[in-house]
């Protein structure tokens, strides 16, 4: 299990972006939205899409889920 948080500022591709509490590329505090503790990036992906349509997982931290 792992903290999940998304960026509240969007990419220049206009993704916003989905990591884990201990990824080197987390945005600060004010600059981020806790999701929950998830098992893996595909749930916390999924609950990100509820505050953001277009998120998609870091590529440093949840690889797996990074798709643009
Ligand atoms: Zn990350």
Redesign the pocket.
């Known amino acids: 299990m792992a903290d999940y948080y998304v960026n509240k500022n969007a990419q220049a591709n206009g993704d916003h972006?989905?990591?884990?509490s201990t990824?080197?590329?987390?945005p600060d505090r004010e600059n981020r939205l806790y999701l929950g503790n998830f098992t893996n990036c595909h749930a916390a992906v999924r609950e990100a899409k509820k505050h953001y349509s277009q998120s998609d997982?870091?590529?440093?931290?949840?690889d797996e889920c990074h798709t643009s």
Request: hydrophobic share 20%; glycine share 8%; net charge negative.
């Open positions: 972006e989905v990591h884990i990824c080197d590329r987390l997982g870091c590529y440093y931290c949840s």
